[in-house]
């Protein structure tokens, strides 16, 4: 079946430093799959931060960037410079199309983010 | 944006009882989605849903559980009987269309004792 590896946490950066997170995805199912990074705030839910439906193009939100690259099957999240308020736990998502054509997403276990000030 | 609820937020029942999760998913949405993360795991899928019918459950959705969305109300998953390995937080999710974003809910912790 499909999985997803990131960088196990917890990770500790200190504040305008610059991070990279990464991720490295097997998709057996599909060729192309999407990739995500979904992002947990402290005391918040699951939330979307960027998203990639194609090999070889750049996300970015937030000062975040990923890029899915098919050849060394990886999507490794990168920011310049980190700020306090990016502490949260980041996680890599792999979606493909099941037998019936319905989504389901492949997570990784998730890499907790500490930014020192 | 847009919100998933989950109710209730937190819910312990004795092994062998019947537990149901609801989900109010986003408005308008037409996919909806269960994952289970056990403690110190990752978030694993579970069943997806649309249209009134699962279209794929994974191997850990047992033959004790169970999904539905009657009349458009709350998306629920039930549990029946539970099992002390069903211990875990539940998220549910749902989307649009296929291939598009998941809006995930904040999460039911179920304690089986």
């Keep these: ?117 | 944006g847009p919100k998933v609820l989950q109710i209730p937020s937190h819910q312990i029942i004795d092994m062998g009882q019947m537990v149901t999760l609801n989900c109010d998913p986003v408005s308008n949405h037409l996919y909806f989605y269960w994952y289970k993360q056990i403690l110190g795991q990752q978030m694993e899928f579970l069943v997806n849903f649309y249209n009134g019918k699962v279209m794929e459950k994974s191997k850990l959705f047992k033959d004790q559980f169970s999904v539905e969305r009657p009349d458009g109300s709350y998306f629920t998953l039930k549990i029946q009987p539970t099992a002390l390995e069903d211990s875990a937080v539940y998220f549910c999710a749902s989307s649009p269309r296929v291939r598009a974003e998941q809006f995930f809910g904040p999460g039911t912790r179920l304690t089986v004792l």
């Design chain 1, 1 to 117: 079946g499909d999985s997803v590896t990131q960088t196990e946490g917890p990770v500790t950066v200190s504040e305008s430093e610059s991070l990279i997170i990464n991720c490295t995805y097997s998709a057996t199912s599909i060729a192309y799959p999407n990739l995500f990074w979904y992002v947990r705030y402290p005391g918040e839910g699951l939330q979307l931060l960027l998203k990639v439906i194609t090999a070889g193009q750049k996300g970015s939100s937030r000062g975040f960037e990923a890029t899915y690259n098919k050849e060394t099957t990886s999507f490794h999240l990168q920011k310049a410079s980190v700020q306090e308020s990016d502490s949260a736990v980041y996680y890599c998502a792999l979606g493909d199309l099941g037998t019936e054509g319905a989504d389901r997403l492949t997570f990784g276990k998730g890499t907790q983010l500490i930014i020192q000030p």
